[in-house]
């Protein structure tokens, strides 16, 4: 939500001309201290959650890292972090390689 506000109608005028020392005539961005973890609006993190354990499940029911990787186009490394670092995710056995 991009919404341009006057710094004149919402600031105090000492406040602007400090800024002004700094800064004439652009735009600034303020960032909001409201700030959503990355992921949780767009539900992006839940998608990659579901994901990450859908890798683990097979992995843990034997199928390869190598497979995995061509699966989810992912490397085989990002596989291996995904699956070796999830061990208290699932009470299934670790399946080791």
């Keep these: 939500m ?3 506000v006057n710094a004149k109608r919402v600031l105090p005028e000492s406040l602007v001309k400090e800024i002004q020392k700094y800064v ?5 961005y303020i960032p909001s201290t ?3 973890s990355w ?3 767009s539900g992006i993190r839940e998608e990659l959650e579901q994901r990450n354990l859908e890798i683990i499940v097979k992995f843990r029911t034997g199928h390869e890292i190598s497979t995995l990787s061509e699966l989810y186009c992912l490397s085989e490394e990002r596989i291996k972090a995904i699956v070796y670092g999830s ?3 699932l009470d299934l ?3 080791k390689t």
């Design 24 to 28: 004439q005539g652009a735009h600034i």
């Design 93 to 95: 056995p670790l399946q």
């Design 39 to 41: 992921g949780t609006e």
């Design 34 to 36: 409201e700030r959503k």
């Design 2 to 4: 991009s919404k341009y």
């Design 87 to 89: 061990e208290n995710k």
